[in-house]
Each structure stands twice: as C-alpha cells, then as structure tokens.
C-alpha cells in the first residue's frame, strides 16, 4: 500500500527543539507535584516522542509500543461498547502503576507512579497537564502549513528509490 505525499506531510508533526524543551517543561512541572516516577509521550504508534523522571528499569521501546497497542485495543473496546473512545486507560499493581491518557489526536501521555503518591494526585495534575500539552500541540499542528517543514513533492519516489539503492 502506498500512502501519498500529503498523507504523509499530515500525519507527523515535526518537532524542534523548542517544542520539546516545552514538553518536557510540562512533564517535569507534572512529576514535582504529582509524585510520579515518570512520564512519558508517544505517538499512537507507538514512538517515544519525549521523557521526564526515573525510566531507567525499563525498555521505552519496548514499553512505549507496548501502550499505544493497549490504547488502541481499548478503543476497540470503547467501540464494541457503543463509546467513540475511552480518553483514559489505568493499570494498577501491587507495586506500581500506569495511566495512559489521549493527548488530541496523535500523542499518548503515559504516567507511571508509585507509593511515593496517589491515583488521586496523578489524576488530577494529569488533566491539567493534558490540557496544557494538548495547546502545545494544537500550535505544532497549525505550524505545518509552513513551507519550510513540508517534505518535497517527490518524497516518497525519492525515499523508494534510496532504499533500493541501499538494498
């Protein structure tokens, strides 16, 4: 199946360095006064786009496709129950915890937590967060007319044929 240029161009935002210095700004305001061990942004296939916190006792990678394949089952799940979608997905454990919350259209933000705080506290600064995250991105989107991060007309052609040169 080939996806067209255009397609492609508005299926991915670009991110500067600005962007994600913001996102991370966000991300740690949210860490201070959550409590949470860490968060984490992917887009909803599974990417890491950005994180914050203590990560080091897991494969991002790993667990980051891990979450957007369990988001995008659970909308499944919100369909077979007659729901457009479900804006949030929690798994708690006996040790630790993860809350996985729909940013706009294209970003999950993934908190993990622990003893040190709450379901409560997590939750509460996690909606605050979203919201201030979902601006961030709105003004990402609406930069993309920008002609200078467009991808050229022939992209894909050119992408193609590089990799048939390389293979």
């Given amino acids: 199946m080939r996806i067209s240029d255009e397609n492609l161009r508005q ?6 360095e600005q962007d994600v210095c913001r996102l991370d700004g966000e991300l740690d305001g949210f860490l ?9 942004l ?26 957007a394949g369990s988001f995008a089952a659970t909308k499944e799940i919100a369909h077979q129950l007659g729901e457009e ?6 798994h708690q454990g006996d040790q630790q915890s993860i809350q996985v919350s729909i940013v706009g259209e294209r970003t ?26 979902e601006q961030i991105f709105k003004e990402m989107s609406d930069r993309t007319d920008n002609p200078s991060v467009t991808l050229s007309d022939g992209y894909s052609d ?4 590089a990799l048939d040169d390389l293979f």
């Fill in 85 to 90: 979608s479900f804006s949030t997905l929690l």
């Fill in 11 to 16: 299926g991915r935002l670009v991110y500067y």
């Fill in 42 to 67: 992917i887009d909803r296939e599974g990417h890491l786009v950005t994180r914050r916190g203590d990560t080091a006792s897991a494969s991002l990678d790993s667990l980051s496709a891990l979450m």
């Fill in 158 to 161: 050119e992408a193609a044929a």
């Fill in 108 to 133: 999950l933000f993934c908190v993990v937590w622990d003893e040190r705080s709450n379901f409560g506290l997590v939750r509460f600064y996690a909606q605050e967060t979203t919201k201030r995250l």
């Fill in 32 to 40: 201070e006064f959550s409590g949470a061990r860490c968060a984490v």
